[in-house]
């Protein structure tokens, strides 16, 4: 039998989320079943389970998850990609995964990367998601060589990527952040700033010079009121949380338009690459037994520490 984590209703993770045993999936044409060894938690894991991303009722029970790691284990017909032909056994990434909290995940082809050898199942299950919404954002926020860029939230999932990849294009980076955290920011070439009340005044005395552009992962008003005093245009805003401050003028990314579609498409095999040869620096800051998903949910959302929460079947 497989097992798998869904929601039965929607709420709170820890009264909506139950693990069931289903039978096992079959590879149908043009997809591979992968036996999963890690999967990656977001918070947007969460905002499913209560509803947030839509609560349709007819949906229940609702698998979860949108990407993990793993050894695959039968492939259908046709199970072709890009560089040859898949086989039972490669080391995969499956994202963007449908109901990923799974031990025998059906995977469509076009969702299926290959993992070099360097690259644990650990840190592949947790990479893509937020890798691709930080290479979006950067792309987006057209980072280049001499700007000074503000990312808040520099010390989540998606803040430290973007950090790594604005810090490539030769930006001068701010990142915010807690204290405790200001340590791992320096380590990636970012200047430090601690969030909350007098947040404008720290920001402009940390700068080198004015900010050219801004990465909101937060989506907090202070944020977004700091960076609107910050640039002479919002349209240098680009924030992957704050969908309620649209009307500002500010610029918001969720993979919905083309072009951050293309960004997206563009940016797995270059993530997975650099996260394989070191280049790229991620974080797994706890590992959950599969079945308690929900504790692992309950926890990402009350604050965590910093790096990715994984899922172990
Ligand atoms: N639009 C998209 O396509 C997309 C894709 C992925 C994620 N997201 C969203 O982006 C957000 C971030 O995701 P993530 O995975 O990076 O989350 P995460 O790993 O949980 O990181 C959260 C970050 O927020 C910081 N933070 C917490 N409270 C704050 C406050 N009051 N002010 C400023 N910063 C604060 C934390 O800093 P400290 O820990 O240092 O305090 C941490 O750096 C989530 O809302 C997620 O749903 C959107």
């Known amino acids: 039998m497989a097992h798998r984590i869904v929601a039965t209703r929607y709420g709170p993770p820890a009264e909506a989320l139950e693990l069931v045993q289903t039978e096992p999936p079959l590879p149908g044409p043009g997809h591979a079943i992968v036996e999963t060894k890690a999967i990656g ?94 290479a979006d954002a950067v792309r987006t926020a057209h980072v280049e060589s001499g700007d000074v860029v503000l990312v808040h939230g520099g010390s989540g999932a998606v803040g430290v990527i973007a950090i790594q990849l604005a810090r490539a294009s030769g930006a001068t980076v701010l990142a915010t952040a807690s204290a405790r955290n200001h340590d791992h920011l320096r380590s990636l070439g970012a200047i430090p700033v601690t969030y909350g009340d ?40 680009v924030s992957i949380a704050a969908f309620g401050r649209a009307s500002d003028g500010i610029v918001l990314v969720n993979g919905s338009t083309p072009s951050s ?26 590992t959950f037994p599969l079945a308690d998903a929900a504790v692992a949910l309950t926890e990402l959302e009350i604050g965590h520490p910093r790096g990715k929460f994984i899922l172990v079947p």
Do not use: W
């Open 198 to 237: 007098g947040l404008l005044d720290r920001v402009r005395d940390a700068a080198p010079g004015p900010i050219t552009s801004v990465i909101d992962t937060t989506g907090t008003d202070e944020a977004i009121d700091t960076s609107l005093e910050l640039v002479d245009n919002p349209g240098k805003i």
């Open 41 to 134: 938690v977001n918070p947007a894991d969460a905002k499913t389970v209560r509803g947030e991303m839509g609560g349709d009722h007819s949906r229940l029970p609702l698998p979860i998850g949108f990407e993990a790691a793993g050894v695959i284990s039968a492939v259908g017909d046709g199970a072709v990609t890009p560089d040859g032909m898949l086989s039972v056994g490669d080391r995969v990434i499956v994202y963007r995964a449908q109901g990923a909290y799974t031990d025998r995940l059906a995977a469509d082809l076009t969702s299926v990367h290959r993992i070099p050898d360097e690259l644990d199942f650990e840190h592949a299950a947790g990479l893509l998601l937020v890798g691709v919404t930080a």
């Open 261 to 286: 579609r293309r960004h997206r498409a563009e940016a797995v095999e270059p993530l997975i690459a650099s996260a394989a040869d070191g280049s790229l620096v991620t974080e797994v800051a706890k």
